[in-house]
């Protein structure tokens, strides 16, 4: 089973910018639709983005326009670039295969002045 390790998070003020990488123990090159999930404090895991094998992407209404999910198959690496941060987007925020296989630990994102 393909292991995934995500980095990039940090501390941010509002309006920063982050870029956060997942990268897999193997290929990604045959899984259809990899995604970006996060889990905020006090709520469920939500699904934020993903992409398809061909490059379509799909958002959460709350982060069109400011977050970019993209994808490298050569590198079995994931992106979520995120811009314009808010204190909202605070969370742990994981990728994973849709449907999901073996979660990572994650990677911390706050969003504080």
């Known amino acids: 089973q393909v292991q995934l390790v995500e980095s990039g998070g940090g501390l941010v003020q509002p309006g920063g910018s982050l870029r956060l990488s997942c990268a897999a123990s193997g290929s990604i090159a045959s899984i259809n639709i990899m995604g970006w999930f996060r889990r905020r404090p006090g709520k469920q895991r939500e699904l934020v983005a993903y992409?398809?094998?061909?490059?379509?992407?799909t958002y959460v209404d709350s982060v069109k326009g400011r977050f970019t999910i993209s994808r490298d198959n050569a590198k079995n690496t994931v992106y979520l670039q995120m811009n314009s941060l808010k204190p909202e987007d605070t969370a742990v925020y994981c990728c994973n295969a849709i449907p999901a296989g073996a979660w990572g630990q994650g990677t911390q994102v706050t969003v504080s002045s």
């Open positions: 992409i398809t094998s061909g490059g379509a992407t």
